[in-house]
């Protein structure tokens, strides 16, 4: 079921000196697959290009159910990543406050920012707020390519988009803090290590995340198995990042593990499990992938909602 809000909206390419004001054109989404129909680059004002784009959605637009949640798919510059990249928000309801808090979610190795979120999120996380479970809260998700959220290649650089440019685009659109600081991190197998990275980064600039919530983080415990992603320059590089070797480096944000014991990161999620105590630590029978996360959607919903500010 799909909502759709549609204004003109003035386009000029991106890295033009002046930029004219955009008017809105975004897509609602309120069932749980994203389609991917008719994205095209537009623009926006200010030091970083912004585009809200949707051209044509397929089939018919009927209202989403109250309650049900929805999923906003908008489509931004990153000057930090030099590409257009999709910026989905999942909203607890069509009408959400101003400022209202949001959790940063990161997806997986070959994924992208439409398909982050695992099944059942949206429906948990309108559930969960409607039935005041938890506080009201959102998710945003960004493409990030497959890096592990970090500059490999040079003039592609996930964690600067995230720590610089996110921000900007929130506060934009009234969500998040004053600040447009996502109050935590979600984060699914390379985004576990993501989100483990940018929990990093937040401590070091003293804007502490107030929980992670980590579904089969990509832990691997040794080169050979990492140096398989492209993903590092050498040894070196990927140990200055590794989760496991600065397991002090998120010290005090509260954090929830979710993995499947058949999963091939369990190794190294054990060991992080043994390192850092955090305050969930669950494992159970299941295999890597959403067959498993979305038997701990709810739990993780939950856990997040317990650390909105």
């Known amino acids: 079921m799909i909502a759709v809000e549609d204004e003109e909206q003035r386009a ?59 999923v906003k798919v908008e489509r931004v510059w990153s000057q930090a990543r030099n590409r257009a990249v999709d910026l989905v928000t999942l909203l607890p ?26 099944t059942g999120t ?72 993501g989100a483990l990275l940018y929990a990093r980064r937040r401590a070091e600039r003293r804007q502490r995340l107030s929980a992670l919530a980590l579904l089969a983080p990509a832990l691997m415990t040794s080169w050979s198995d990492m140096s398989k992603r492209h993903a590092f320059h050498n040894p070196a590089d990927w140990a200055s990042m590794d989760p496991l070797l600065h397991p002090d480096a998120t010290q005090g944000v509260p954090t929830g593990v979710w993995c499947g014991t058949e999963d091939p ?15 969930v630590a669950y494992t159970a029978r299941g295999r890597h992938g959403d067959s498993f996360n979305r038997t701990v959607v709810p739990a993780v919903i939950g856990f997040l909602g317990k650390h909105v500010p």
């Open 12 to 70: 000029d390419a991106p890295g033009a000196k002046r930029w004219a004001r955009p008017s809105r054109r975004s897509v609602l989404i309120a069932g749980a697959t994203l389609l991917a129909g008719g994205l095209t680059a537009g623009t926006a004002t200010g030091t970083l290009p912004i585009a809200d784009v949707v051209d044509q959605v397929p089939g018919e637009t009927p209202a989403a159910p109250p309650g049900s949640g929805v």
């Open 265 to 279: 990161f369990i190794g190294g999620v054990r060991r992080f499990i043994a390192e850092t105590h955090p305050a």
């Open 122 to 193: 949206r429906a948990a996380l309108a559930g969960q707020v409607s039935q005041r479970a938890v506080p009201a809260f959102g998710l945003v998700a960004l493409d990030g390519g497959d890096n592990y959220w970090h500059q490999n290649k040079p003039g592609d650089d996930p964690m600067a988009m995230l720590l610089e440019e996110l921000p900007v685009w929130l506060r934009q659109r009234h969500l998040a803090g004053v600040d447009g600081l996502p109050f935590a991190c979600m984060g699914l197998s390379m985004g576990g290590f």
């Open 93 to 118: 309801s069509d009408s959400p406050p101003d400022h209202l808090p949001v959790s940063l979610l990161l997806h997986g190795l070959h994924g992208r920012a439409r398909a982050a979120a695992p």
